[in-house]
């Protein structure tokens, strides 16, 4: 064995030493979750014990892990199956519970402390035959669950949901259901809100427990159309590209298919690379060590589409390929992937040797900038899209191929911001009633503003 080759054996034993600590865990019922936006001020307590500190995109989401928006800050929280969870301005959130049931349903418990999250949750079957829907044959099979509460209410998602809930924090929340429905339940009982309804909740009066309107339309915010663009990014590039990636897990996969492509690379077979690289470029270049309790240090990436190359399969280098990602693994969750056949004098990526404080590596954690996507960016050569905000840039494989040829920067326009204001509008009738109580008046259509065009 020439010292050459045995040099690039003990890196990758080395990154496989690293990884073991997480792969390990990855057979308990403990899930973890992934931070897939974050813009303007966003906090993040790890349940590590030291509060709240800056919040980066990437970043685990553990049981216990609570999330804050500041008054210009966005977040999404991103499922293993695609769903999400997002977070507006002044909002803050706390995950009580991230698990996995005896039959390997996934278990989701989230407290709304104050402020509106948007959610998009397609909770599914385990077990059971196809075709049935969430619910039946319960003796038979299990279905994922996902409870978020607030005050002494809570909401149920039993079944693919597109919604909104705000919560003052103290006295009043509404509910507002796009699609599918909301079953809540709080002291005075339960009740049903179904698609294009909503739900006032009075919780000013201890005393007479609950009361509660129900109108047949919902009123629109200003967060709206971001949320919906933020959901219909997904909804395009989850399935676009025609990958053939197979992938029990979903979250992550829209920015695979958006930001790089999938290739097969002779000796090696499929593999994703990114868009923008060059010959300099190392997929740990740019990110950051985080460490979280009961894993110890994780990597994180700092590249927009840095969750599921970093947590599943691994990074090879391959001769006249150049570095691509290998999925596999699945039943493993890496604190960093392995390493196969690095180039030499690799930099073998490893963690810090002791304490609990985040160190950046190359150009560290990102976050989006507050505003969103400016009205220009400029992509540099082997930058893998660093700082470049989802769905804000349109083609851009001819923008790489581009580049290739060129080698130079690219200038390129983004997608236009979010509208700051909806239309005006109004609520449909509806009656106030007394606790466990619930009338519609006419029905009237919503009043929401269309979708944001999707990019091309």
């Known amino acids: 064995m020439t010292i050459p080759k045995l040099g690039k054996m003990l890196a990758v034993l080395a990154v496989l030493a690293a990884s073991l600590v997480v792969s390990a865990s990855a057979e308990s019922k403990a899930r973890i979750v992934r931070l897939s936006e974050v813009q303007g001020t966003v906090q993040i307590d790890r349940a590590v014990g030291d509060g709240f500190d800056k919040a980066f995109l990437n970043l685990p989401v553990i049981e216990g892990s609570k999330l804050k928006t500041g008054k210009d800050g966005r977040a999404e929280v991103e499922f293993e199956d695609g769903s999400a969870l997002r977070l507006a301005p002044g909002s803050e959130v706390d995950f009580t519970r991230l698990a996995l049931g005896d039959d390997g349903q996934k278990l989701s418990s989230v407290q709304l402390v104050s402020g509106t999250v948007y959610g998009s949750l397609h909770p599914k079957k385990v077990g059971g035959k196809a075709g049935e829907k969430a619910g039946e044959n319960d003796g038979e099979n299990k279905s994922d669950q996902f409870l978020l509460s607030f005050a002494d209410e809570s909401v149920a998602v039993a079944e693919a949901a597109h919604f909104r809930v705000g919560f003052d924090g103290a006295s009043k929340a509404t509910l507002a259901v796009f699609k599918g429905k909301l079953r809540a339940t709080g002291p005075s009982g339960q009740f049903d809100v179904a698609e294009k309804h909503s739900a006032t909740i009075d919780l000013s009066d201890p005393a007479k427990k609950d009361t509660f309107a129900i109108a047949r339309n919902y009123e629109a915010e200003p967060l709206d159309a971001w949320d919906r663009q933020q959901a219909d990014y997904h909804d395009r590039y989850v399935s676009a590209g025609g990958s053939s990636l197979s992938s029990p897990y979903a979250y992550g996969v829209s920015d695979l298919n958006y930001y790089g492509s999938y290739m097969n690379c002779p000796g090696y077979g499929l593999g994703w690379q990114p868009y923008f690289i060059d010959a300099n470029w190392s997929p740990f270049q740019d990110g950051g060590w985080t460490w979280y309790p009961g894993s110890g240090y994780i990597f994180v990436s700092a590249y927009p589409w840095g969750w599921m190359p970093y947590r599943y399969g691994n990074w090879a280098f391959a001769q006249g390929c150049g570095w691509m ?132």
């Open 325 to 456: 990602w290998q999925p596999g693994s699945w039943n493993s969750w890496y604190a960093i992937p392995p390493v196969v056949n690095p180039p030499k004098r690799f930099p073998v990526p490893l963690p810090p040797p002791r304490g609990r404080l985040t160190v950046m590596v190359g150009k560290g954690l990102s976050v989006n900038p507050p505003s969103g996507a400016p009205r220009h960016l400029t992509i540099n050569p082997g930058s893998a899209a660093f700082g470049v905000p989802r769905g804000s840039v349109r083609h851009l494989d001819r923008l790489s191929k581009t580049m290739e040829r060129t080698s130079r920067p690219v200038v390129v326009s983004s997608a236009p911001p979010v509208p700051s204001a909806p239309p005006p509008t109004s609520f449909g009738a509806s009656s106030l009633t007394r606790p466990g109580m619930a009338t519609s008046g006419p029905t009237h259509h919503s009043t929401a503003p269309p979708p944001p065009s999707r990019p091309h």
